[in-house]
C-alpha cells in the first residue's frame, strides 16, 4: 500500500500485506485481521506518473474481446508516458471509433515486471478530435518532449521490430525522411525499450526525442 501525494509528486509505501489465499477472485471480501502488514522500502519515494493503463478503440473483431492484450487498437498498452499533457493517435477500425478508458494508474516503471502498477482511482480530462488523412498502424504517443510509437507481440523480438517499424512508417510519411534517414536517426537517437512484459501480448516503445529536430519543425512533424 503506498500513499500518493500530488503535491510532491512522489509515493510513499506504507506497508506490505502478506495475503492469504488467492487474491485474484472478484468481489472476494477479506477480513482486515488476517491480513498481516510489513514494513516495505522504509524511506523510498517514487515519482508519482499518474497515467493511464488502459485506453484505445474498438479493434476489427467479432464478438467479446479480453482487456488483458493490447494491441493495434490500443487498450492496455501500461506506458506511463500516457499521463498530464500526452496526445495518444489511435487508428480507427469500426465505424465511430469507440475509445473507451480505464486502469488508472501512479506509478510504474518500464517493464511492469511485478504484474501491476501502482493501482490509483484517477479524475482525468480528455479532448477527443477525429484526424482524417493520416493512416498509423498502431497507437502513436506525443509527449511534450517526444514521439513514441508501440509494437506489441507475444515475441519480445517481433513486437521490438513491429515498434521500429512503426517509428519508421511515422518518420517517412511523405515529405519527411527517406527510409535510410530514418534508420539512421532512430540509431543514433531513438531509445528502445519494454512497456510490459505482462499483458500477454509484451509491448516495446520507441522514443525520438523531439530536441532532435530541425528546429523550424512544426505540429507533428
Known sequence: MFR??????????????????????????????????????TGFRIPLRPHIGTAGV????????????PGPHGGNIDNWRIGPGSIMYYPVWVRGGLLSFGDPHGPQGDGEINGT?????????????????????APLLETPDAWISHGF??????????????????????????????????????????????????GVHVLVPKRVFPPDAEGDW
Open 4 to 41: 500518493l501525494d500530488a503535491f510532491s509528486g512522489q509515493a510513499v509505501a506504507l506497508f506490505a500485506c502478506d495475503f492469504p489465499g488467492r487474491y485474484d477472485l472478484p468481489a472476494q471480501e477479506v477480513d482486515l485481521a488476517a491480513v498481516r502488514r510489513e514494513p516495505a522500502l
Open 58 to 69: 474498438a479493434p476489427a473483431v467479432a464478438g467479446p474481446v479480453s482487456t488483458i492484450p
Open 117 to 137: 502498477a501502482i493501482e490509483a482511482s484517477l479524475d482525468m480530462v480528455v479532448e477527443v478530435r477525429v484526424r482524417k488523412g493520416w493512416r498509423l498502424g
Open 153 to 202: 507481440h507475444t515475441d519480445l523480438d517481433q513486437a521490438t521490430r513491429d515498434a521500429i517499424l512503426a517509428m519508421l512508417d511515422f518518420l517517412c510519411r511523405p515529405g519527411r525522411l527517406s527510409r535510410e534517414d530514418a534508420y539512421t536517426l532512430i540509431s543514433v537517437a531513438g531509445d528502445v525499450a519494454v512497456t510490459q512484459v505482462v499483458d500477454q501480448r509484451q
